[in-house]
């Protein structure tokens, strides 16, 4: 029997490929970071997945009836040309009017009569591409079944054996060919038989909860797709679909092409685009998807001049794959735990009990998974996958809480290249959300909507639902923007493309805010994400505290970026003068932030959403910081959430609710309660593929991929610019630990920081000459700085030292601290 690597035929392999490559006999190898599974997936949500960003896999891993369902990060299905907003900036002062005398029902049904809407409308739904399907036969029953992911490789392997021997796939997608390829291996030479096809899904292969299938989804197929062909000749596969309803700009129609390499055998295609395969000793798939938005066109295929050969394929893919992944890890002492299959992690880690090994992998599965699926664009709702052509929530872009989560762990994670993606879509979107801010409040500047896929326009509101009235949508994105240069230092950045974003952001508020009797700001229409007052019928509100949370940040920022390019110097006053405007803080009465900041409204605490406390999901402002009342008030608010909504939610819905909820308390340095918020993600909402989750183990869902890795770093480490605080918000539970690579804002890198009872080393990196406030959350006893150049001297405060670090230069220091 060969050797497996000798059946991919490679030579000097990469040793960390080499490393889980064994004889097609033993049993699968667990990766050193990934998982194996020994159970295939029941529904797409449970298969397997990879990706480049461009394009995705989801391998359903059955051994004799396989289904790869291949998707592309642009395969936005077009339903019919976008609804453009008509002006009705006209009926403004009648909206505020109803609003300020508390007819918020009626504002919200006069908001949707002017839109010219039927309902309310998603925008263009993101779909699967097609699937290839792989059928065969067994002789004998088939065991000794096992699946894998490898997160350094992006690769997945599925293995089972029969009478005959043990069968294995390997899949992958390259970011260095742009395609996926598949390596179908057996026991012997001429043991493979099989049957492939390139074909759309079917319903059989689509469930709904109750186990039924998807109706609706096949309806929806058939509404939208036309001339569809599968074809198959000696050596290829080919799929091919026009969409029904597509228009000027859109994409016309979708292209899969597939060469299939057969090495032994026979292969003999069938009239319905099926190749059946006989008697080889392997076969090779080279996959390519391409989106056409010229009719009657087809794309050029590069399959060809690719090698047959899969290790020199994955060989070129895993260095660019592996310098993301790599760059951070976790141990918190999973140890030994790792070798299990993920089935019995599951079984094994409890609420109250965390397996640490599950919950590693969990750490390093999220980084995997918002990796996987950013390319050109970010992550949508399901990251770059999907089964279904009714996707939840039209798995768009949910800029309302969904994306922030899905990118919150990008700059911090160590991938800020990841970041740019999100900054060139929302770019791409500016002319729509000029066309809002106009159309909707008669203002100049931008409104990001709470849903956008194909085009930025606001349609994302009905009768019921006041999104037309969200308007801090790109005050929120201007965070990440700005965060980018805070992070990287890169100032042709700040200047080229955060700080236009920026003020365009800004401007909107310059015309949009109206100035009450008080002298105080007054934002009005509002909608507080999806929820509404206590004892309102209607989302329409004014002054909602996310809202002026978001504009004081982004007024913030935006004179902090001016100083420092020298631009704006005629604005900067103006935008000073605007912050000593914005409405306070409020507290209600049982001690916890209210969501709008107005005696008028009370809170609904009893919500999945937790708006209110946006100032604190990632950092701690100075007026927070600096006042005691604000700071109870806030953690005050995350407590009460996580019992009145949280405690005994069999359902679970919105996983990213529970995300914020533990930023928040990372951000004031609560490890316990932000310990408890992870708890609940950690046994809640993943599967055994190590796919996260919307519900409670249920709807398939890439928010908290970014959202949970960004909550245990700050739980780690927190940064601002000259200041960087290690273990803030430290739990109990992880008495001792590692974690590698985390970037910190100010242009420095955490290389590795492992603590114990005693005291923490840390190593780092600046990328320029630099003095910075270094914190421990206990008092220091004796700080040593054991390699580089770095100096140390007292701060303040007795758990701070003064550090000054050189650039581009590795520094260890040995602190010792007081318990």
Known sequence: MK???????????????????????????????????????????????????????????????????????????????????????????????????????????????????????????????????????????VRDYGRSVDFQKAEAVVQWADDRGVFERRTFVSRKDGVAAILLTGPK????????????????????????????????????????????????????????????????????KARVIVTGGTSEPQKDGTLAIKGADRVLLLVEINLLTVKENTAKSTLDALPADYGKLLARHVPLHAKLFNRMKLDLGGGADHQKPTEQLMKESTFENMNLAWFEKQFDAGRYNIICATGELPPNLQGVWGGTYVPGWASDYTHNGNVPSAIASMLMGNTPELMLAYVSYLESLVPDMQLNAKHFYGARGIVLPSRTSTHGYNNAFGKNFAGGMWVTGAAWASHFFYDYYLYTGDEKFLRERALPFMEQAAIFFEDYLQEGPDGKFIFSPTQSPENWPEGSK????????????????????????????GKNADKIAVWEKMLTKMPEYMVAENGIIKEWLTPKLGNNDAHRHS??????????????????????????SVEDKLERYWKDNERGFMSFGIVQLGQV???????????????????????NNLASMHNRRTLFNMDISGGQPSVVIKMLVASELGEIKLLPALPKAWATGTIEGVLCRGQIEIKRLAWTADGVEVTLQSGKAQTINLELPAEISQLKVVKGNAKAAKASAANQQQVTLPAAEEVTMHISLKR
């Not at 059989?204 to 074809?231: A, P, V, Y």
């Not at 290829?236 to 700009?249: C, D, N, Q, V, W």
């Open 538 to 565: 209607s989302q329409a509100t004014f002054n909602a505290t996310m809202d002026v949370a978001s504009s004081k940040e982004l007024l913030t920022n935006l004179i902090a970026a001016s100083r420092k390019l």
């Open 665 to 687: 308390a990372a951000s004031l340095g609560h490890g316990e309660i932000a310990h408890h918020c992870l708890k609940h993600l950690v046994y809640g909402f993943w599967l």
């Open 3 to 141: 050797q497996q690597i000798f059946t991919l035929g490679l030579t000097g392999l990469l040793s960390m490929i080499t490393s889980t490559t064994t004889l097609a006999s033993e049993s699968l190898p667990v990766p050193e970071r990934g998982f194996i599974s020994s159970q295939p997936g029941k529904t797409w949500e449970e298969g397997l997945i990879s990706g480049n960003g461009t394009m995705g896999v989801n391998i359903q891993s059955k051994p004799l009836d396989e289904r790869i369902i291949f998707t592309h990060e642009r395969l936005f299905m077009p339903m019919g040309k976008p609804h453009v907003p008509p002006d009705q900036s006209a009926h403004l002062p009648e909206l505020r009017r109803l609003i300020a005398e508390g007819n918020y029902k009626e504002a919200e049904e006069l908001q949707f009569k002017h839109s010219k809407q039927k309902g309310f409308m998603y925008p263009d739904f993101f779909v699967p591409a097609f699937d290839l399907s792989i059928r065969g036969e067994a002789k004998g029953e």
């Open 189 to 256: 030479s001429g043991s493979l038989d099989c049957r492939l096809k390139l074909e759309p899904r079917e319903p059989s292969q689509e469930l709904n909860n109750d186990g039924d299938i998807n109706k609706r989804s096949d309806e929806m197929f058939k509404e939208h797709f036309g001339d569809i062909r599968s074809t198959a000749t000696e050596s290829s596969l080919g799929f091919s679909a026009r969409f029904l309803r597509s228009y000027p700009g859109s994409i016309q129609s979708v292209e899969g």
């Open 611 to 636: 708006s209110q406390l946006y100032p604190l999901y990632d950092g701690l402002p100075a007026e927070i910081a600096n006042s005691p009342k604000l700071r109870s008030a806030f953690i005050k």
